[in-house]
């Protein structure tokens, strides 16, 4: 009897798992805080050079929505300096702005854009550390994905809810940029060691029918999270106590120490059958599924049975048959695409035109439906489900681009229609890519797929320096770039309601080349 089999007698999602699954879902929250809260604190509100002489700042009344981007100009250095009425001081170019820079305090105390000046010839650092913030995820799943293989889920989870506790909490006292974005690498790197893990611990402790479902779940919490973002940095305006606000409250998972359980499936893989018959024979009695004989005689023959050696898989094996090769490639790409426009609206909903705390609540809004939607489609097919809803996110995002900056409204609701479509499509990647892997290399290709997505998501921030380009280039990119993937889907196969391919062979068919098997 596998694992799968076990979980069928002692309950797949009972009392033990939805127990396990709140300890799982409440760090999402926070996650989505640290994820999006850059929104916020590195916000670019309305500013005005100073003049170079000393002369005087503007009056406490003055209207910067007039003059928004005051001495910028469309590639990003600085215009020469300019008088209260937005006008040019002098009739020729200049280089920075030497009277320094007076920010619009009616939207936001304080930022690190307006803390530190990253505006003008400075705007690509606040960029660069959104971008450093991703790298860190990045940097995150290659490390911890293996290392929780090695030393197990739970300490792993624990481990970096202590470092997102700590060093979101020393994010909020960075006495400069640099160490203000170190620090952020780090948080970053901490966040994919719980998304990853904690999926992970939920999965494998869940019953093949329910773990769809359980998944969703987790996703909730995220979207609450987004949704709760908007309130908070709503009543607190100073980048700091916003950093404070989100990161101090991690200090009560300390608690999980006690509350978590390892992974027992884990246990089983790793020659640790003691402590996972405990923790299968503590969920049974929760679930109030008492241990039958079967389940002995099953527990007596785990214990005693040896390892087989089995044949060794790398990454070398997703890409060295034909089709597999095709498929891995699509996959990949989907990966990348997914989270590259979906961090690219996410972060930068202040483009929009609306009111900045109004459109975080509408996005964040918008994930509860884009997430249900996707358990009654995928249910009848994953690859049109997969087309759809890239080709709805990228057809929304691709028509923001003919709405004049005039019409917020219009765009802003395009623009959750796109983030609709991708939400959607993001979630069914999850799925969509472990059936199309095979068992022998499932792990392997779904950790890659997750570096594809932290590229994307590493990019994403720094796709918005194309508007010195064309202000309607990040829409063109995050536009097109669904639509090319809603194209490739169309070379995949369907995996709904069809058998989980175990290798290779079963995804190239009997006419595998390479094998040297000879014909059939």
């Not at 679930?287 to 214990?303: A, F, G, I, S």
């Not at 990949?332 to 609206?345: I, R, S, T």
């Not at 969509?432 to 068992?439: L, R």
């Not at 309607?472 to 990119?477: E, I």
Request: hydrophobic content about 45%.
């Amino acid at each position: 009897m596998n694992f799968d089999g076990i979980l069928c007698l002692i309950g797949g999602f009972g009392k033990f798992q939805k127990i396990l699954f709140v300890w799982i879902c409440l760090p999402q929250i926070f996650l989505a805080f640290h994820m999006l809260v850059s929104v916020f604190t590195g916000a670019v509100p309305p500013h005005l050079c100073l003049s170079s002489g000393g002369g005087a700042p503007p009056p406490a009344d003055f209207n910067f929505s007039r003059v928004a981007a005051v001495g910028v100009r469309r590639d990003g250095s600085c215009a020469p300096p300019s008088n209260h009425s937005g006008a040019a001081a002098d009739g020729h170019p200049g280089g920075g702005c030497q009277g320094g820079w007076e920010y619009s305090t009616e939207t936001f105390q304080s930022t690190t854009v307006t803390e530190w000046d990253l505006v003008c010839d400075s705007a690509s650092m606040n960029n660069m550390g959104s971008s450093v913030y991703m790298f860190g995820l990045l940097v995150g799943a290659v490390a911890y994905g293996s290392l929780a293989d090695k030393y197990g889920r739970r300490i792993i989870i624990l481990i970096n809810l202590a470092v997102q506790a700590v060093f979101g909490v020393g994010a909020a006292f960075a006495p400069n940029f640099y160490v203000y974005i170190a620090v952020r690498f780090v948080v970053g790197t901490s966040i994919s060691g719980v998304i990853m893990n904690a999926f992970v611990l939920g999965t494998e402790w869940t019953g093949p029918k329910q773990r769809m479902l359980a998944g969703i779940i987790t996703d909730y919490f995220f979207g609450f999270g987004y949704i709760l973002l908007a309130g908070v940095a709503y009543l607190i305006r100073d980048w700091r106590k916003l950093q404070l606000a989100i990161s101090a409250p991690g200090i009560l998972f300390v608690s999980y120490i006690w509350l978590l359980p390892e992974s027992a499936r884990w246990l089983m893989a790793n020659d640790r059958k003691e402590e996972a018959w405990e923790l299968i024979r503590t969920a049974a009695q929760m679930n109030r599924r008492p241990l039958t004989k079967d389940l002995e005689m099953c527990q007596v023959h785990h214990m005693e049975e040896k390892t087989v050696v089995t044949k060794k898989h790398s990454f070398v094996d997703l890409v060295r048959t034909p089709r597999m090769r095709k498929q891995s490639l699509i996959v990949f790409y989907l990966w990348f695409a997914n989270v590259l426009v979906y961090y690219g609206l996410s972060l930068n909903i202040s483009d929009f035109g609306m009111n900045i705390y109004l459109t975080q609540m509408i996005f964040g809004l918008v994930e509860m439906p884009a997430r249900t939607i996707t358990l009654f489609t995928l249910n009848r097919s994953r690859k049109l489900s997969q087309l759809a809803f890239l080709a709805l996110g990228g057809s929304a995002c691709l028509l923001t681009i003919f709405i004049p900056n005039e019409l917020s409204v219009v765009k802003t609701v395009l623009a959750m229609i796109g983030k609709f479509g991708i939400t959607a499509s993001l979630s069914i990647i999850y799925v969509y890519s472990a059936e199309i892997f095979p068992t022998v290399i499932r792990q392997n290709g779904i950790g890659f797929g997750s570096m594809c997505a932290r590229t994307g998501g590493v990019l994403a921030p720094m796709m918005y320096l194309l508007r010195r380009i064309s202000p309607q280039a990040p829409m063109v990119l995050c536009g097109l770039c669904p639509l090319l993937g809603s194209a490739l889907t169309l070379l995949l196969p369907e995996t709904a309601d069809r058998p989980l391919p175990d290798t290779i062979e079963d995804v190239e068919g009997p006419e595998l080349s390479g094998e040297g098997d000879g014909p059939p």
